[in-house]
């Protein structure tokens, strides 16, 4: 399986790169990982909601410009359904069951998704109903990933 984590923003904080590099390591023997980042645009103070829209329009073509033509897309979204790690590994069981070989998760800047991801998403799919900051969402996505496989491979790992 090929997983692609398309982001927008890079990681800042050397905490949070190096939580996503330990797990991308861990997940090596698993599937095929990669994260693509995507460049954040800078969004004026006091911004209207077209400028927004605008916005969100831009970064979702570059996030398009790196979604494989047939990867099951599944698009982070704070709107989105949320599932326990039992049920999202189920999910990743199902798509594998199927066939799916690349999927791509996508995780928006600080605005969001436009309408135009969301649309093309084959499933939303929501973490927290908390908000978190997209480098936070990006770690918690890889190690939900990780927790996924040792669950499908009945493999013990701290509950």
């Known amino acids: 399986m090929n997983i692609d984590i398309i982001c927008v923003g890079k990681l800042k904080e050397k905490y949070f790169t190096d939580g996503v590099n330990e797990y991308k390591k861990r997940l090596s023997r698993f599937c095929k990982i990669n994260i693509i980042e995507v460049p954040d645009l800078?969004?004026?103070?006091?911004?209207s909601e077209k400028q927004i829209a605008e916005l969100l329009i831009k970064e979702g073509?570059?996030?398009?410009?790196?979604v494989k033509n047939n990867a099951y897309v599944i698009?982070?979204?704070?709107?989105?359904k949320?599932?326990?790690?039992?049920?999202f590994a189920k999910t990743l069981k199902t798509l594998m069951d199927n066939s799916v070989s690349d999927i791509a998760f996508i995780i928006g800047g600080s605005m969001g998704l436009s309408e135009e991801v969301k649309k093309r998403a084959n499933l939303k799919l929501g973490i927290s109903q908390m908000t978190l900051p997209h480098q936070m969402a990006?770690?918690?996505?890889?190690?939900?990933?990780?927790?996924?496989?040792k669950i499908l491979n009945n493999e013990t790992y701290h509950k």
């Open 82 to 87: 949320q599932m326990s790690s039992e049920e």
């Open 75 to 80: 698009a982070l979204c704070v709107e989105a």
């Open 61 to 66: 073509e570059g996030i398009f410009r790196c």
């Open 138 to 149: 990006r770690l918690v996505l890889i190690e939900q990933i990780y927790r996924a496989f």
């Open 42 to 47: 800078k969004i004026p103070e006091n911004a």
